[in-house]
């Protein structure tokens, strides 16, 4: 049974608190788990894009992890950080990296020959040369990652909340078969589908001002 938008409307102001206190917990894990998913993709991605055989070596690997089914890794994850928000933060992890990971060495592989020539000739250091022109470069790649990673956030705490459905907004959903309370679930849901959105155009928003020139080219 759908519940029409007044008996959404009804639960969320029923409930509000209540909602909003797991909408907190559910934004905590994204951000964190979002964070580390970034500072660790970019940093991998810089490492593996300065050597072709360790990018051939490694990213099978990472690739064939990448395929395991999250939802089966989630019970695991309770086994090994235990119940909390830790094995939550590490399900955003791997279901956001991957991504930017991948977005982000197509996009330092994907410099022109020509402009590292340029920069060569000029005797650019390797650091002036990654940073003013590969990775200048790469931006407007690595920021399609970055789209990419924070809607993927959003799934990866979900998961973890419906195995551990005691906080978040993915346990109040996951609790429906017992409360029957379905206008409830669908104000959890709608409250994670506007969290998604605004995280999204937060992104969009900071690609616009440290990659200006992408829109110009792509308009």
Same mark, same amino acid.
């Given at each position: *049974?759908? #519940?029409? #938008?007044p008996d959404v409307f009804d639960a969320f102001v029923r409930l509000r608190? !209540? %909602?909003?206190?797991h909408a907190w917990v559910t934004f905590y894990e994204v951000v964190v788990g979002y964070g580390i998913a970034v500072g660790g993709g970019l940093v991998l991605a810089v490492l593996l894009a300065a050597s072709r055989t360790a990018e051939r070596m490694v990213m099978p690997l990472i690739a064939a992890f990448n395929a395991l089914p999250k939802? =089966? %890794? =989630?019970p695991l $994850? %309770? &086994?090994?950080?235990g119940f909390g928000t830790q094995p939550k &933060? /590490? *399900? /955003? /992890?791997l279901v956001s990296f991957f991504p930017i $990971?991948?977005?982000t060495i197509a996009g330092l592989s994907? !410099? #022109? =020959?020509? $402009?590292r020539e340029l920069a060569s000739s000029l005797s650019a250091s390797w650091w002036q040369t990654f940073y003013r022109v590969r990775l200048s470069w790469a931006l407007p790649? &690595?920021? /399609?990652? $970055?789209?990419?990673g924070i809607s993927l956030a959003i799934i990866g705490a979900c998961i973890g909340e419906v195995t551990q459905p005691e906080e978040g907004l993915g346990s109040v959903v996951a609790v429906t078969p017992q409360t029957a309370d379905t206008p409830l679930a669908f104000a959890a849901l709608t409250m994670l589908g506007i969290m998604g959105a605004a995280l999204y155009y937060l992104m969009v928003g900071l690609e616009r001002l440290l990659v200006p020139w992408a829109k110009a080219i792509s308009t």
């Open positions: *049974m759908f #519940p029409g #938008p608190d !209540t %909602l909003l206190g939802v =089966a %890794l =989630a $994850l %309770l &086994i090994w950080f &933060i /590490v *399900m /955003v /992890v $990971l991948v977005s994907s !410099t #022109p =020959a020509d $402009l790649q &690595i920021f /399609v990652g $970055l789209k990419v």
